[in-house]
């Protein structure tokens, strides 16, 4: 029997499509767990979802405000998204008030905060008197179910790779969705371990979110989810998530990726029109060939390729950038978003003979059953 989605509302006022709004815009993108019917942002109310974020037209509509929402969706959604990443990571007044009245609608709460919803009184007991669920994502395990580096990651014996970026909400997350979802149209197994809320929230299987942790657990969790994904799953491929960048002075997030999982190899994201790193407006981006060495000088894992976040650039400006890239640093570049996963597939591919000999092997499968149709 096939999994039936739950209906979600992704309340995101004010950030849909910025920054502190990238967990409703992974959401919007791409969810194995929800079919989201709509977004809540009274500053773009009546524009499309998809078109808002650079995609194609995707019929998300965007709503002012709760109450316009559920006058004009058929039905009540099953869940309440509070979709917004915020550093400072509370909810205001005016917010708390949207929760509670989306729980007296009867709608479940998922909440990607670092405020744990299901520990707030007024919220747990107007969840209690209607009857819903409070999923606060970026709880974490209780400590008995804790795990620390246990040197295991040595017996995965398929390609590990870790989606790094140069920097927080560049990107790191659609490219890691987009190429899983790829190498899967192709016939590969491939996984994806989720290191952030976002991805969880999207139906990842495995992973943890790992700004929720306390340091002692970081690489080990990471660890246990590959090996984990590895045990259960026979994959071909592990994609991981990245979070954050290893340089980044205010996270330590990449850092216990590049432990936790030791990557056979990196496809780094990076945002070339981003001057200050998001959120610290004091804080200069670093280059990528900076990231670049610090990534291979703390690891043995060598960066593959690069993707490009085309935020604030033009279509002739990204395409430039791109060439620039591959000319400078010998290795594929691209855009995701608007030119597809093909050279990240030709780069594992060259990289990994067993990947490549699957993707041929598949691919030779499909033009035969073309024929015979």
Do not use: W
Request: glycine share 8%.
């Amino acid at each position: 029997m096939p999994f039936a989605k739950k209906t979600a509302l992704v309340y995101c006022e004010n950030q849909f499509g910025l920054v502190d709004g990238k967990t409703a815009s992974g959401l919007v993108r791409h969810s194995e767990a929800y079919t989201i019917v709509g977004v809540i942002d009274s500053t773009l109310a009546g524009r499309d979802a998809g078109e808002e974020l650079g995609d194609h037209k995707n019929g998300i509509p965007i709503f002012a405000n709760l109450d316009e929402a559920l006058d004009q969706l058929q039905e009540v959604p099953n869940c309440y998204i509070y979709g917004k990443a915020p550093l400072d990571a509370c909810v205001s007044r005016v917010e708390r008030f949207l929760i509670l009245e989306a729980m007296s609608k009867g709608m479940d709460i998922i909440n990607g905060l670092h405020q744990f919803f299901s520990e707030d009184p007024e919220f747990a007991r107007m969840a209690d008197h209607h009857g819903i669920q409070i999923k606060d994502i970026r709880k974490p395990p209780q400590l008995k179910d804790l795990h620390i580096f246990s040197g295991q990651i040595a017996r995965v014996n398929v390609p590990v790779i870790a989606v790094l970026g140069t920097d927080c909400a560049c990107g790191k997350m659609t490219t890691a969705v987009e190429l899983n979802q790829a190498l899967k149209r192709l016939g590969i197994k491939s996984v994806m371990v989720a290191t952030g809320q976002t991805g969880l929230m999207q139906g990842a299987k495995y992973g943890v979110s790992m700004d929720a942790l306390v340091s002692q657990f970081v690489i080990g969790e990471i660890e246990n989810a590959v090996v984990q994904t590895f045990d259960n799953e026979a994959p071909d491929i592990i994609l991981v998530e990245g979070q954050s960048a290893v340089g980044h002075p205010a996270f330590m997030s990449s850092l216990g990726i590049l432990k936790g999982s030791m990557p056979d190899g990196v496809i780094l994201q990076h945002p070339p029109a981003r001057k200050f790193r998001c959120d610290f407006p004091h804080l200069s981006m670093p280059t990528l060939e900076s990231e670049i060495q610090l990534i291979e000088s703390i690891s043995q894992s060598q960066v593959l390729a690069i993707t490009v976040s085309h935020e604030n650039m033009s279509t002739t400006e990204t395409q430039r950038v791109i060439a620039e890239y591959e000319d400078y640093f010998q290795v594929p570049t691209t855009d995701v978003l608007s030119d597809g996963c093909q050279k990240l597939i030709q780069a594992l591919g060259q990289h990994f003979p067993q990947l490549n000999q699957k993707i041929k092997q598949e691919g030779l499968e499909k033009v035969l059953l073309l024929a015979m149709g």
